[in-house]
């Protein structure tokens, strides 16, 4: 609400606001909301654990329990069973973003339970999450960006990881009004896979690829059927 405000009292500022709708938007030309289709991308994630699974269990460690949050896991469970109706998917939350030993005491103790791949979707705190496959030999999931790369100590641990390109959105929004004008404001942009801001990464030449050429195409195949509306996958924002 204080952002709306704010956005009213310069109505020839733009803004672009990240990750969140923005209240009243449809009043705010000045204001253009970008959300990530992430549980579109965590479909695609899920559906990767479920087939490097050994155990028949896969995880999931959330920062917080909230719409965003559960918008990623709700995604990720949907593609653990598209990949396998028998898998079992356990869950938990930090309730923090920023304590890595609080992840790891959530991933330990959904590794006791069977999870041999667990998704990290805690910010700071899926560190933690990192150094408990490490400790005991699981497979992980990075979120947001590459981990494979911007946490290459635990790259033999990290299979993939569902990446949001933020930047990139914003860049090309910023250069899309700078070249010619465009500005779509007023309105929540949800950045989804059709549009590439929302993928699935695996490193570059140097990672170690633990996900077979195999299940990348198998997994290629599941980003194209979502892209044509053959798969719908729920969410959880209003």
Known sequence: RQMCIRDREYPDTK???VDNPAEGIEDLPN???ILYAQNEGSFLAGYIAANMSETG???AVGGEDNDTINDFLVGYTEGAQYANPDIKVVTNYANTYEDPAKGKECAL?????GADVIFAVAGNTGNGVFAAAKEKGFFVVGVDQDQKISAPEYDEQIICSMKKEVGTS???TVKAFIEDGTWDGGKIWTADMATGYVSIAYGNEDSAQQVSEELRTATDDIKNKIVAGEITVSTTRQ
């Open 31 to 33: 204001v253009l909301s």
């Open 109 to 113: 103790a959904l590794n006791s339970q």
């Open 170 to 172: 914003i860049y090309d």
């Open 15 to 17: 803004f672009i606001w």
């Open 57 to 59: 269990v896969v995880g």
